[in-house]
Every structure is written in structure tokens, then in C-alpha cells.
């Protein structure tokens, strides 16, 4: 019962959302995450610790509530652009869209190598595939977690599709993910895949914000595995627009095991994350728990102090 209610509800707010004038379904996702905020959910609890470690705990209870309800205004503003997407233009979100480091995405390009863009969940990722497509010139593959109902997971898929990506399940599908991923890739394809957060919990240890979690090491394996150019890029609202950071393509050959030379790279990837999700911390739309001891009971809990390496004596 509770997953059909689920998927009713995205239904009419794909219905509803989109019929309303841009400027009052702005005000409305805006309203509508500040409300969360005040109701105090598990979500905005986690939201706000995870806040507190992005900000270094620097922030007074006063300037992390405020930021925390930016960054619940900034997650409503995503469902409510995701609702509309389909009918705004490629045209108003190309003219809409900022590119910071083109240039690494020019080159990889230019050398005919698949690309693996590496994403957090920050900002408008569906925006920028639209803007990511039409530099293409065709679509981009990316990995669909198979949500519940089943109904709900087509209705994503089919909304993605429409914007012209192509979607393949992470499991349940005709063949392995990973296989069709590959085979892309090989063959020029280019692929984004969300890596922020490890919900197999078998990930590659990192540390991310100066605390240690896991990341999926997926996109560095499949990029070493065939040649692609691993890019992070994070998405940020700018204004009424978006704008996309790339950053510089992370090292995946060279001697070493190649185990080794995935967890490096997933460390890079998570450094490029941190480096510009903090310049808008409130894009950064994490609901759940990334650290292990940072769950949703209040302010992060300090990190353990480092012992200093003891003096030699001589």
C-alpha cells in the first residue's frame, strides 16, 4: 500500500508540478523545504550532521540551522526542476548552463577515449545531462538503482530516457551492468555514475571531509579496465541556472596492482568532490548517513585526536 502511495505521489507531482508557472513552483520547493526542515525528519537531522562535518563543525547552531534550510530549499529545488525538466527547452537549460573545466572533457574527447564522469548527488545532475547530451551529440549511459515499487523505478526511467540518456538497472537487468558498461565505454561511449555515497557498503575505503567512510570504487575499476578518462563533476545551482564543475582526469595507469590504482583514484575522486562541494555545501543533497559515527542524533561527533609521533632520542 505504502509503495503505491509513493508512486501516486511522484505521478501527480510530475502532473501538477509542471502546469505551475516557473516563479510559483519556485516559491512553492522553497517553502516546501523549509518546512521540512521545521518538521525535523530523520532526513533533515542526518542532513544537518552531514552539514557539520562539510563545514568542519566551524558553524554555531544558529548558521547550521540557516544552512541546513538552504540546502533542504536546494534538494526541493531539484524535484521541483526534475518534475518540470521535460518541459523546458534544450535550448533555455544550454543558455542557463556555466561550464567550469570544459577543457578536461574537450581533451578526453579529443582522444577518443570513452569518458567516466564520477558525480555526487549536488545540484540539478538531470540538467546537466541535458546539457551533457547535447554537447555529445547523443545520449550517455548511467546505472539506475532499481528503486520500489517497480512501478516508480520505470516511471524514473522513462523520464530519463525521454531526456535522452540510456538507462541500464544496476541489477534485474538482461545483462550484468557492469558488462553493458563496459562494452560503452570500450567502444567511445561516455557514462556518469553517482559515487558519493556506498550503499553496498563494500566500497573503497576513503577519507571524505577528513573522516573516513567508503566509496563505490566502480568507476575508477571500469575506467582502468578499458581506457576511459575518469572525470569527477559536480553540479551546483547558479541563480535561476546551473553550472557544472569539471575537474582534471585522474590517473588510472601506471605499475602498481591495479586494486591499488583504483583506491587511489577513488581517494582523488572523493578530494575533487570536497574541494567544490564546500564551496556550496548546500547543494550537496545527502540525506542519509555517509560516516559511520555521524548519524542524525545532533552535531558530528569530533574526530579522535592524531597522536604525535613520538621525538627520536640521540
Known amino acids: 500500500m505504502l509503495a503505491r502511495l509513493t508512486d501516486a505521489g511522484y505521478a501527480a507531482g510530475w502532473r501538477v508540478v509542471r502546469l505551475l508557472p516557473e516563479p510559483v513552483a519556485r516559491a512553492g520547493s522553497a517553502a516546501a523545504g523549509a518546512l521540512a ?16 562535518v562539510v563545514t568542519g563543525g566551524s558553524l554555531d547552531d544558529a548558521a547550521l540551522d540557516a544552512l541546513t534550510r538552504r540546502a ?8 521541483q526542476e526534475a518534475f518540470r525538466l521535460p518541459t523546458l527547452s534544450t535550448e533555455r537549460i544550454l ?54 515499487p517497480e512501478s516508480l523505478y520505470r516511471r524514473f526511467v522513462a523520464f ?31 557514462a556518469c555514475l553517482l559515487m558519493d555515497r556506498d550503499l553496498s557498503g563494500s ?15 566502480g ?28 575537474h582534471p582526469p585522474v590517473p588510472l595507469d601506471g605499475p602498481g596492482r591495479l586494486r591499488d590504482r ?15 562541494i564546500a564551496e556550496r555545501p548546500e547543494d550537496w543533497h545527502v540525506l542519509g548517513r555517509v560516516w559511520p559515527e555521524v548519524g542524525p542524533e545532533g552535531r558530528a561527533p569530533a574526530l ?11
Open 262 to 276: 583504483v583506491s587511489g583514484a577513488t581517494q582523488q575522486v572523493a578530494d575533487a568532490f570536497a574541494t567544490t
Open 95 to 148: 543558455t542557463g548552463s556555466a561550464i567550469r573545466g570544459r577543457e578536461h572533457l574537450e581533451r578526453a574527447r579529443a582522444e577518443g577515449r570513452g569518458i567516466v564522469l564520477a558525480l555526487p548527488h549536488s545540484g540539478n545532475w538531470d540538467a546537466a545531462g541535458v546539457w551533457l547530451i547535447a554537447w555529445l551529440g547523443g545520449p550517455f549511459l548511467t546505472v539506475a538503482e532499481r528503486l520500489r
Open 160 to 190: 530519463r530516457e525521454r531526456l535522452g540518456m540510456r538507462v541500464v538497472p544496476l541489477t534485474g537487468g538482461e545483462r550484468p551492468s557492469s558488462t553493458v558498461l563496459r562494452e560503452w565505454l570500450a567502444d567511445g561511449g561516455t
Open 72 to 79: 533542504m530549499q536546494s534538494y526541493a529545488r531539484y524535484w
Open 219 to 246: 568507476p575508477a575499476l571500469v575506467a582502468a579496465q578499458t581506457g576511459a578518462t575518469l572525470l569527477p563533476a559536480v553540479c551546483q545551482f547558479d541563480g535561476t541556472g546551473w553550472q557544472f564543475v569539471v
Open 203 to 217: 566500497g573503497v575505503p576513503v577519507t571524505f571531509f577528513g573522516r573516513r567512510t567508503t566509496m563505490p570504487g
Open 304 to 314: 579522535p585526536a592524531v597522536s604525535a609521533p613520538p621525538a627520536e632520542v640521540g
Open 37 to 52: 526542515v521545521r518538521r525535523g525528519g530523520r532526513g533533515a537531522r542526518q542532513l544537518r550532521a552531514n552539514l557539520d
